[in-house]
């Protein structure tokens, strides 16, 4: 859509999303959002994978430290995420 207005949203632990997020939003002109867990996950890794399992399971939406303003103004919104904790990933 020519002179829409985009946004590129994204969640990351590691910092591989962020970088696919960025190399989007200049390609595109876009705005960027860190989507942020309001209560950050373990800083250890088998305790985050444990954690997110459990919210999956329960389906349980994090709430979020921020939230995007005036989201309805967008045109175009990309959105990047890692893979968490698919089901196969279960030990
Ligand atoms: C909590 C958690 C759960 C994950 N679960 C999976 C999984 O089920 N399958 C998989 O292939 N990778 C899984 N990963 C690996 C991530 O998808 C991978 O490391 C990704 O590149 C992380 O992106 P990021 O650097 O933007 O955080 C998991 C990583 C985390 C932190």
Redesign the pocket.
């Known amino acids: 859509m020519k002179n829409a207005k985009i946004l590129v949203a994204y969640l ?7 970088v696919i997020a960025g190399t989007l939003q200049r390609a595109l002109g876009a705005g960027l959002f860190e989507i942020r867990p309001a209560r950050p996950y373990p800083e250890d ?1 088998e305790l ?2 444990a954690q ?1 399992t459990r919210e999956r399971d329960n389906s349980f939406e994090p709430p979020l430290a921020e939230k995007v303003a005036n989201i309805a103004a967008y045109d175009e919104i990309y959105l990047g995420f ?5 089901p196969c ?1 279960r030990p």
């Open positions: 990351t632990r590691s910092g591989n999303t962020r890794h985050h994978v997110a890692p893979v968490w904790a698919k990933h």
